[in-house]
């Protein structure tokens, strides 16, 4: 069993390169995926991973807060995507987007993941990464 940590992991890979996709190709249908693919990740997140994060992980709380602070930023920029037509203007977006995302899996790697795998054990991680799957399934 892939520990939390690896499914979110794949996750990151997944949009980075999505967004890599878009910007070689320009494809619209493309973003639609990105904007997908993070509904789905960021709410397994806040509803499995956050949680423990704040209950479990010393420090949790802060990381987890900004984390879903990074999120709704992540949700208005993926709302204002999908409302617009002009295409300069999406790839604006889409940039803004990445960049934000970019910071995101940042912190989550080198910070919030590491004290994960610190804190909480292998068999508690692989027991996470079970549910984050399910959730996105």
Known sequence: MPSVVDVLKQDHRTVEKLFSDFEASGDQAIVETICGELDVHMEAEEKIVYPVLREDVSGGTQMAQHAEKEHAE???????IRQ???PDHLSELVQELKSGIEE????EESDVF???????GSERLEQLGQEVE????
């Open 74 to 80: 992540a949700r208005q920029i993926v709302g204002r």
């Open 84 to 86: 617009t037509k002009d």
């Open 104 to 107: 995101h899996v940042q912190e």
């Open 114 to 120: 590491p004290k994960m795998e610190q804190e909480l």
């Open 134 to 137: 399910a959730q996105k399934s």
